[in-house]
């Protein structure tokens, strides 16, 4: 089956302007997570969902971040304002519950570059 | 915040080598898990470790979770150049967040 898409796979924005960052998870996950990693870098959580309890939003670095999930399926990683720092890969992942004990299936990231 | 620091951060061997990861924190972790990034790729999920004391191999991996549930280490023997890439540790602290180590970049050189 498909696993976990994002679109789009890169993006080049200037400083200042909103973007959006798609995520599509695996069919059936009740949980999804976005992480932001800078290059080579570790994984620094940004937001969890997970059925339709309350977002935990305690990633979030300002309150230029924001994102949704529609219909339990499909999310969208909202950046206001965008910042040159804001610069790195964002990556999405599923799981089919929340927290360590479940495998997180991970897409391939989008690169924002923020010039 | 629950933090994960993995030691070495770079680490470059010669193929056969053995070699040694850490996973340490303050922090009491319900569950560990292992994680290996390629280039241009997510992380993909190596093994989960959820009880104290607890030794998992994996051929040539073997994962180790600390008896205090607040480290782990990650044991390669006889390298491969494809075991080359990003490894990340990641602790779950309940039942929901999943947080992640600093990681460390493994060179396994022919």
């Known amino acids: 089956g498909a696993g976990v898409s994002q679109s789009p796979s890169n993006k080049v924005t200037e400083k200042g302007k909103d973007v959006e960052l798609r995520c599509d998870p695996i069919?059936?996950?009740?949980?999804l997570y976005w992480y932001r990693q800078s290059l080579g870098q570790g994984l620094e959580f940004l937001i969890y969902f997970q059925g339709n309890s309350a977002p935990d939003k305690s990633g979030l670095p300002s309150d230029r971040f924001s994102a949704e999930r529609t219909g339990g399926s499909v999310s969208t990683l909202t950046i206001q304002r965008t910042q040159q720092e804001d610069s790195a890969v964002y990556l999405c992942?599923?799981?089919?519950?929340?927290?360590?004990?479940?495998?997180?299936?991970f897409g391939p990231g989008t690169r924002l570059t923020v010039t | 915040t629950q933090l994960l620091e993995q030691s070495p951060q770079f680490l470059s061997i010669q193929e056969g080598e053995n070699l040694t990861v850490y996973c340490n924190s303050s922090s009491v972790f319900s569950s560990l898990q292992w994680y290996r990034q390629e280039p241009g790729e997510g992380p993909v999920l190596l093994v989960t470790?959820?009880?104290?004391?607890e030794v998992k191999k994996l051929k040539r991996l073997t994962f180790q979770f600390g008896d205090a549930r607040k480290d782990s280490s990650l044991h390669i023997t006889a390298a491969q150049p494809g075991d080359t890439g990003l490894y990340l540790c990641?602790?779950?602290?309940?039942?929901?967040?999943?947080?992640f180590g600093t990681g460390t970049r493994l060179t396994v050189i022919p």
């Open positions: 470790v959820v009880t104290g004391g």
């Open positions: 990641a602790g779950a602290p309940g039942a929901n967040n999943l947080f």
């Open positions: 992942a599923s799981s089919s519950g929340g927290g360590g004990a479940y495998e997180q299936y």
């Open positions: 069919s059936g996950h009740t949980a």
